[in-house]
């Protein structure tokens, strides 16, 4: 019989300098009347962050981070979130000269301006182009309780770990890992696979699953897969906080690790 894991949905390295540079960063969001101007601002000032920690960090960051947000009735905390998902790897350590403002940009639509200065803090070195891994998922959007495979595609032999952030959840259970699992450990790759791969999937199954407690007006929440691909074994814990994460994925060299985010959505089932 199978086994059901159902995505609810310290790196042990020596210390390495980091590099720090003052940059400026500019976010904005537009916005309708049934978004307040707080929430507004507040995903303005996210993607702001956003681009800053791409300007020192060299990240790229995929397209595919825009969610479908529209069917949800709390787009701001969806289109927050993916920013927030954006940033890991990179810390702003403080920010100056903060500026906002808001105006109307057409019709009933306004778009709010955040922009500062900011302290931003990476890894050291240079990610090394030549060390990626395409990632895709067998869909972009689930029902309740459907199954999730994702297949890795590497350009070289490497160590990967995939992760999941649950933006919904508290704590240290916000960001766990999936793979490698009790039923499937492999850890080294050098060729494409799927996950589960065809071993695992005899003993398991990966299955989402939309999150009890939410409000019945939300009918799509929003998850995120992480992919952290390395050059050399890095031994992480199940389970952090976003926060831990963010500092151990911030203590791998850049040139050590390639870093490849996925969203998707969890529509609710029939009650």
């Not at 301006?113 to 900011?118: G, I, Y």
């Amino acid at each position: 019989m199978k086994n059901d894991i159902f995505i609810l949905g310290l790196a042990l390295l020596l210390p390495t300098a980091a590099s720090a540079e003052w940059v400026h960063a500019t976010g904005s969001y537009m916005f309708p009347p049934e978004i307040t101007e707080a929430e507004a601002c507040q995903n303005a000032d996210s993607r702001a962050r956003a681009d800053a920690i791409r300007q020192v960090s060299g990240e790229n960051f995929s397209s595919e981070e825009t969610l479908r947000c529209t069917e949800q009735a709390d787009e701001a905390e969806c289109a927050h979130n993916s920013m927030v998902w954006t940033m890991v790897g990179g810390e702003i350590r403080s920010v100056r000269d903060r500026l906002q403002e808001t105006k109307v940009e057409q019709e009933t639509f306004r778009k709010c301006v955040v922009s500062f200065d900011a302290d931003v803090y990476v890894a050291a070195g240079q990610p090394d182009p030549n060390f990626t891994v395409g990632v895709t998922m067998n869909n972009a959007v689930y029902r309740n309780e459907e199954n999730l495979t994702v297949t890795l595609k590497p350009s070289q032999p490497m160590h990967v770990q995939v992760f999941q952030w649950l933006p919904y959840e508290k704590g240290d259970t916000q960001v766990g890992r999936i793979f490698p699992n009790q039923f499937d450990n492999i850890v080294h790759i050098d060729k494409p696979i799927t996950i589960p791969t065809e071993a695992g999937a005899k003993r398991y199954d990966l299955k989402v699953a939309f999150p009890v407690g939410q409000p019945s007006s939300r009918k799509m929440v929003d998850e995120y897969l992480m992919v952290v691909a390395t050059k050399k074994p890095i031994k992480f814990r199940d389970s952090y906080s976003l926060a831990e994460f963010n500092a151990a994925v911030g203590e791998i060299p850049q040139g050590d690790r390639r870093i490849v985010r996925r969203a998707y959505n969890i529509v609710r089932g029939s009650e």
